[in-house]
């Protein structure tokens, strides 16, 4: 005997809504501190392009050599280089980059560090050296590359002779701030350095800076004995001290 068939209306299934179903995926949170951090570094790797050509005919070639030819050989060799528009742009805005990363980058962990601890973030010596080299490198820009550039439209004139000529023009002035921008960015840079690999500071910025104290006093005393510039050459580096 077969059974009879019969349909049956089927009973709906109760199932339970998870809460956060009806709501919209919260966004994720940009963590900006570590952008930052990257461009800062590199930035500043960008930039060490540029002296790792200025500095051997500024600080070495002179200190080493007792003279200012070799020094000014190496310094137009770099500078048809990084004077080259494309890279000068390239160098020059690593430099406004790395300002502004930092002091962006300090700003919000002062932030963090008052929500959650109620003060701020103490300065360290790195960043304090950064931010008065950032003056001390827009200072010397000024002087060997904006001022010619706005007296005779190129700085073609600018090697160690417009130095030598500015110290005898303006004596301890010239000396004291190139001595102090040298140390400035050896100390910087080291500790920079240092701090980007995870490695231990101590006193090494402060030794690589006294190192370039000396550097910098041997070769600013070599590139001083060759004595201001005598007559049209003369004429384009007194029209460029005048600005200072």
Known sequence: MSAELKPVMP????????????????????????????IQCLSAFTFSG??????????????????????????????AIYQFL??????????????ASGVSLRYLR?????????????VSPIAKSGYLLAVLLGGHAFMVRAIPLLVDGDSSFVDLSYISHAISTKGAVTFGALAFLAVTYVFHAT????????????????????VALVLATISL????????????????????????
């Open 50 to 79: 540029f002296t790792a050509m200025h500095l051997p005919a500024v600080l070495l070639a002179p200190s080493l050599t007792h003279s200012i030819d070799n020094g000014n050989a190496i310094l137009r060799a770099g500078r």
């Open 191 to 210: 500790g920079g350095s240092l701090k980007f690999l995870h490695k231990k500071i101590g006193k090494k910025p402060l030794f690589a800076a006294s």
């Open 110 to 122: 002062n932030v963090d560090s008052k929500a959650k601890y109620g003060k701020s973030t103490k």
């Open 11 to 38: 009973d709906p299934i109760d199932e339970p809504i998870a809460e956060n179903e009806d709501k919209a995926p919260e966004p994720k949170t940009i963590n900006w501190q570590y952008y930052l951090y990257k």
């Open 221 to 244: 005393t070599v590139i001083a004995k060759a004595g201001p510039a005598r007559g049209s050459l003369a004429a384009h580096y007194n029209s460029y001290v005048k600005f200072m």
């Open 86 to 99: 494309p890279i000068e742009m390239l160098f020059a805005g690593s430099v406004i980059l790395h300002v």
